[in-house]
C-alpha cells in the first residue's frame, strides 16, 4: 500500500493533481516557513529533486496558490513572496528593508464576511498590506538620527 505525506493528501484534497513538483514547492514552503521569494523556492527544491525550471516552480506555485494551499504577498515595487498556509491575512512591509510580518487578522478590520453583509459582495479574496519601518530600521533611524542631533548640538 501507497504511503502518502501530509502534503499529498493536502494536495489531493484540494482537487489537484499531485505532482512531484507540486509536493517539492510545498514541502519547500512549509520547511522554510515565513515569506520566500521564488529564487528561495526553486533553489530548495532543486536540493530536493536534483533539477526543476523556474517555470516550473511558478506554475506549482500557481496552481497552488489558486487552491489556497499557497499564499502569494506582493509588496508594491518588490517581487513576490510566497508562503505556505490556508487562511489569508494581513502583512506589514517596511519600507527600507522590504521585510514582510504577518499581522493578527483581529488588529486589521473589518473581515471578508463583514463586506458582503455590509456591502453584498462575495469576496474570493483579500489582500490587505500595512506600511511602515520595521523594528530593525527604526533602530537604525534612531541611532542615525541621535548621531545628528550629537553633531548638531557640538560647538
Do not use: K
Not at 515565513?34 to 523556474?54: I, K, M, N
Not at 453583509?117 to 474570493?124: K, L, P, V
Request: charged residues 25%; negative net charge.
Amino acid at each position: 500500500m501507497e504511503q502518502r505525506t501530509q502534503t499529498e493528501n493536502d494536495i489531493r484534497a484540494t482537487g489537484l493533481r499531485c505532482t512531484v513538483q507540486r509536493v517539492a514547492v510545498l514541502d519547500a514552503l512549509r520547511r522554510a516557513g515565513g515569506h520566500q521569494p521564488v529564487t528561495a523556492v526553486t533553489a530548495a527544491v532543486r536540493e530536493q529533486l536534483g533539477t526543476v525550471s523556474p517555470q516550473g516552480v511558478y506554475d506549482a506555485l500557481d496552481s497552488l496558490s489558486r487552491h489556497g494551499l499557497v499564499q502569494r504577498v506582493e509588496p508594491a515595487g518588490s517581487p513576490a513572496l510566497y508562503e505556505a498556509g490556508t487562511v489569508p491575512h494581513p502583512h506589514a512591509v517596511c519600507r527600507r528593508c522590504g521585510a514582510v510580518a504577518d499581522v493578527d487578522p483581529a488588529e486589521a478590520g473589518a473581515s471578508p464576511t463583514d463586506l458582503r453583509g455590509d456591502h453584498g459582495y462575495a469576496i474570493d479574496g483579500v489582500e490587505v498590506t500595512f506600511w511602515g519601518l520595521c523594528p530593525r530600521c527604526q533602530r537604525t533611524t534612531d541611532e542615525t538620527n541621535d548621531e545628528t542631533n550629537d553633531e548638531e548640538s557640538s560647538p
